[in-house]
């Protein structure tokens, strides 16, 4: 009973990072109906960041996270601005390939700064937890479920009463509408993407906490953050948290408490999970109809 | 606006357009045919009648992977050129012809004779994507290109996991000694049946209904088109075709395993040749995949090299993309000159 216990926690925890990277992946997609596939390498950019405000600097990650996040802002910005914008009126698989391009070259101008060695953050809390009732909470894991869960409210009070949160609604609804009452739209498409990146730079942070990362490591995150997305849904940013954490319930719970299925397993797992959600409920659990 | 690949761009060329077009086809067949003819300078007969040899082993290499490109950019703009759908996990298909026909052939498993091995493999992808197809091409946009996408990975993690096909291993088809010009010959022999398959679709019922479906579904549909039927054909085709290409990997290669029957590099590669070239029409995905793979195996290099040409890469993609959407084979035969004009045109119809 306390094992199951102790992996239902451990899933929700893990979920933690799946709602930050899924936040601005859906934000991306739902307004400007781009499947981000550099986000994984925004993601390992903000990461590297973390690593190297923490390891010049002696900057303690979760501090770091308003520069990190600031950073992949601007560049994020500029992407859109200068590239993304260029084919957003395209068939779709064009967005696809630039998106997958750009992640190419994030990932080899990262391997040429980096190599590809194993890079961790590791501050003095590390490795330690609250243990109750013989349930384990690692500090890092609980910090970073909190600091999603703060995210996801901060980009959904934005996106609900802000000015500019208006506008980018307004232009998810009915672009050629949000252009005729006034809205820029390259400008609003580059802060938009600017605030998905901004999104990706808090994830990276608080997996540089959890795992070491190399250029490589935002992969499997693209691919997670699909699953997260399809099954919350899209739209909502209480759809991606709900898809988030559920997500890492069932992935931990799946290989830990099923016999014959282990660590292996895993992208099978997620993507049984996001083929049987799309065939049978695209909108997801919780999103606007398709 | 360009909502569809190919269609909307679609030129009618003039006379003059007519008359380059077809001599550009001959000097283009021509050149294939040399290509072809040439590595049989390497066989005994040649060598007894003193004639040169004329490529090395490694060009034969080079020829039979382009030729494997051919299939999968030609039967992935299938779905993604003709029908309009953006499939974006076409490699589950080659992956999937090449394990059935590694199955197939393995002496500890069915021992069937190599060219039965290839020639039932591609069932076994047919089957899965008219399984897959039914649900999932009812999905549209990026929906639909995720899915695929999903299907693909999972497939290859599910394969990896498998003790029988191998496990992480995978599997090891017993080699075929000198067997060089077999499979280049075999591979070119499977991209004509891709090419031809095309070609006699696009002038068919079947074409004209994939092509109604991409520019307007629901018209295509009241006009009598069998929607569900006419995209999971298309979607079928594409996977038997890509299958066939897998199979013949796996025997040529003698090895498959799933970072090679389901590459994530293949999988975006097939999809940059036929934009490249010209997605939607007969032969862009087969000079995308020529001059893309050459330029891949020209950029081919260890440790830092390999670094840059993956930046090269990314930095071509999003260049083609953003200028050339309409692919290379637009300004041969069709009315477009290269020109700065046109890139600012192209530019202008997809940016806001």
Same mark, same amino acid.
């Not at chain 1, 996106?159 to 820029?184: C, E, F, H, K, T």
């Given at each position: ?12 925890? !893990? ?16 307004? +400007? ?8 390498? +925004? ?52 967005? +696809? ?14 391997? +040429? ?66 252009? /005729? ?22 994830? %990276? ?7 070491? !990362? ?19 849904? /899209? ?51 919780? %999103?606007?109809?398709? | ?60 290499? =080079? ?10 950019? &030609?039967?992935?703009?299938?779905? *993604? ?15 999937? @012809? ?24 591609? =069932? ?8 897959? *197809? ?5 999905? #549209? ?33 017993? =080699? ?19 090419? *031809? ?7 068919? #019922?079947? @074409?004209?209904?994939? =092509? ?32 066939? $290409? ?14 090679? *029957? ?55 993609? $999003? ?14 035969? @069709?009315?477009? #000159? ?7 045109? &192209? ?6």
């Amino acid at each position: 009973m306390t094992l199951l216990v102790q992996q239902l926690v451990l899933g929700l925890l !893990i979920g933690g990072v799946y709602v930050a990277v899924g936040i601005g992946f859906s934000l991306v997609w739902g307004v +400007l109906n781009i499947v981000n596939l550099a986000h994984g390498g +925004l993601v390992i950019i903000g990461a590297y960041l973390t690593w190297l405000l923490f390891s010049a600097f002696k900057i303690d990650p979760f501090l770091s996270i308003p520069i990190v996040a600031a950073a992949l802002f601007g560049i994020g910005y500029v992407l859109q601005r200068l590239l993304i914008n260029r084919v957003i009126r395209a068939p779709i698989f064009f967005t +696809l390939l630039l998106t997958f391009g750009v992640n190419l070259v994030i990932i080899n101008v990262l391997l +040429l700064l980096f190599k590809s060695d194993f890079r961790s953050v590791t501050p003095s809390y590390s490795g330690s937890g609250l243990s109750l009732g013989g349930v384990q909470l690692p500090y890092i894991r609980v910090a970073g479920l909190a600091v999603a869960l703060l995210l996801a409210g901060a980009v959904a009070l934005f996106l609900a009463r802000s000015r500019v949160g208006g506008a980018i609604q307004a232009v998810g609804a009915d672009r050629d509408a949000a252009q /005729l009452v006034g809205v820029n739209l390259r400008h609003v498409y580059a802060l938009t993407f600017g605030i998905g990146a901004a999104c990706a730079g808090v994830a %990276g942070g608080l997996i540089s906490t959890a795992q070491a !990362i190399t250029p490589s490591a935002g992969e499997p995150y693209t691919l997670q953050a699909f699953v997260v997305v399809i099954l919350g849904g /899209l739209g909502r940013v209480s759809a991606t948290v709900v898809g988030g954490l559920l997500f890492g319930v069932v992935e931990t719970l799946a290989q830990t408490m099923v016999p014959g299925l282990g660590a292996g397993w895993a992208n099978a797992i997620a993507f049984a999970i996001l083929v049987v959600v799309l065939a049978v409920r695209p909108r997801g659990l919780m %999103g606007r109809p398709v | 606006m360009p909502g569809s690949p190919g269609g909307s761009f679609s030129t009618r060329p003039d006379a003059g357009g007519r008359r380059l077009r077809r001599v550009l086809l001959a000097v283009f067949a021509v050149a294939v045919l040399l290509v072809l003819i040439a590595p049989l300078s390497t066989t005994d007969q040649a060598d007894s009648l003193g004639l040169p040899v004329l490529v090395d082993k490694s060009q034969i290499r =080079i020829l039979t992977t382009i030729a494997m490109f051919v299939v999968m950019a &030609t039967a992935w703009n299938l779905v *993604g050129g003709l029908t309009g759908y953006g499939a974006f996990g076409n490699v589950a298909f080659f992956g999937l @012809g090449a394990y059935a026909c590694a199955v197939l052939v393995d002496p500890h498993k069915l021992h069937l004779p190599m060219l039965a091995g290839i020639a039932l493999a591609p =069932i076994v992808p047919i089957a899965f994507a008219v399984l897959v *197809g039914l649900p999932l091409l009812r999905l #549209r946009s990026h929906y639909f290109s995720i899915a695929t996408l999903g299907t693909a990975v999972a497939v290859g993690e599910v394969v990896k996991n498998v003790e029988y096909l191998g496990g992480a291993n995978g599997l090891f088809p017993p =080699i075929v000694r000198r067997g060089d010009l077999l499979f280049l010959y075999l591979m070119v022999a499977v991209a004509a049946i891709a090419v *031809g398959s095309v070609y006699l679709v696009l002038r068919s #019922r079947f @074409g004209y209904g994939l =092509i109604a479906i991409r520019e307007n579904e629901d018209a295509a549909a009241v006009l009598g088109v069998n929607t569900t039927l006419y995209k999971v054909a298309a979607f079928a085709l594409a996977a038997g075709l890509t299958g066939l $290409a897998g199979a013949v990997f796996a025997v040529w290669n003698s090895f498959i395993n799933q970072e090679l *029957g389901f590459s994530l590099d293949f999988n975006i590669q097939m999809i940059l040749m036929a934009v490249v070239g010209g997605a939607g029409t007969l032969f862009g995905p087969v000079l995308g995949a020529i001059l893309l793979e050459l330029l891949l195996q020209a950029l081919a290099g260890q440790g830092t090299v390999a670094v840059y040409a993956q930046i090269g890469l990314g930095l071509l993609l $999003a260049v083609t993309v953003i200028f050339v959407p309409r692919g290379l084979v637009d300004f041969f035969g @069709g009315s477009s #000159r290269l020109s700065l004009g046109y890139l600012r045109r &192209t530019l202008r119809e997809t940016s806001v």
